[in-house]
Antibody, heavy 119, light 111 residues
Framework: EVQLVESGGGLIQPGGSLRLSCAVS????????MTWVRQAPGKGLEWVSI???????YYADSVKGRFTVSRDNYKNTLYLQVDSLRAEDTAVYYC?????????????WGQGTLVTVSS | QSVLTQPPSVSAAPGQKVTISCSGS????????VSWYQQLPGTAPKLLIY???KRPSGIPDRFSGSKSGTSATLGITGLQTGDEADYYCGTWDSSLSAGGIFGGGTKLTVL
């Protein structure tokens, strides 16, 4: 059974940092494209970052230079280091597997972890 | 403001059919495959449709997807109260170096 379990969210002051984790079971993180998607309260979905099988990483313009995605192959875990946090980064952060057939799509999602940026 | 445009809300009675539209452009829907996601209240999104019209294992055939030109449509027949949720379309955009884009979401109310 595939499971993605996020952790690491919480209440943090503006300018602060957190490291979000996504522990995966049922498939190998390093063999897949892994992403982070966030959802601000009452808002829609926003793609945040991706790490490819080869290790290349990409980010949405809104987080570029402040967020860093990485993975630990031994722990089969995905991470998102979030620095210089702003109020507008307040959201539920989901990790998701980015699958490919004819097109790309997000097939497995975690339950999400809430990051609240507030003083 | 999302690149993909969805109606904010749709509604229908139990047992009826509803469609949700997703409008884009040639840089996204027009030249890429579309996926659809269901988000029940307080839960994570769930994949409903991929590659425009394919259903993952376990998704009932009440859910269908189609694409024409720069628009896509999600259809739900035999509506149930348990279908009340937010629905999002997603695809790739050629202006992106990576990742994907989503529509703004549509709230389905089963009256």
């Amino acid at each position: 059974e595939v499971q993605l379990v996020e952790s690491g969210g919480g209440l943090i002051q503006p300018g602060g940092s957190l490291r979000l984790s996504c522990a995966v079971s049922g498939f190998t993180v390093s063999d897949n494209y892994m992403t982070w998607v966030r959802q601000a309260p009452g808002k829609g979905l926003e793609w945040v970052s991706i790490i490819y099988t080869g290790g290349s990483t990409y980010y949405a313009d809104s987080v570029k230079g402040r967020f860093t995605v990485s993975r630990d192959n031994y722990k089969n875990t995905l991470y998102l280091q979030v620095d210089s946090l702003r109020a507008e980064d307040t959201a539920v952060y989901y990790c998701a597997n980015y699958a490919y057939s004819y097109g790309y799509y997000f097939d497995y999602w975690g339950q999400g972890t809430l990051v609240t940026v507030s003083s | 403001q999302s690149v993909l445009t969805q109606p904010p809300s749709v509604s229908a009675a139990p047992g009826q059919k509803v469609t949700i539209s997703c409008s884009g452009s040639s840089s996204n829907i027009g030249n890429n495959y579309v996926s659809w996601y269901q988000q029940l209240p307080g839960t994570a999104p769930k994949l409903l449709i991929y590659d425009n019209n394919k259903r993952p294992s376990g998704i009932p055939d009440r859910f269908s997807g189609s694409k024409s030109g720069t628009s896509a449509t999600l259809g739900i027949t035999g509506l149930q109260t348990g279908d009340e949720a937010d629905y999002y379309c997603g695809t790739w955009d050629s202006s992106l170096s990576a990742g994907g884009i989503f529509g703004g979401g549509t709230k389905l109310t089963v009256l």
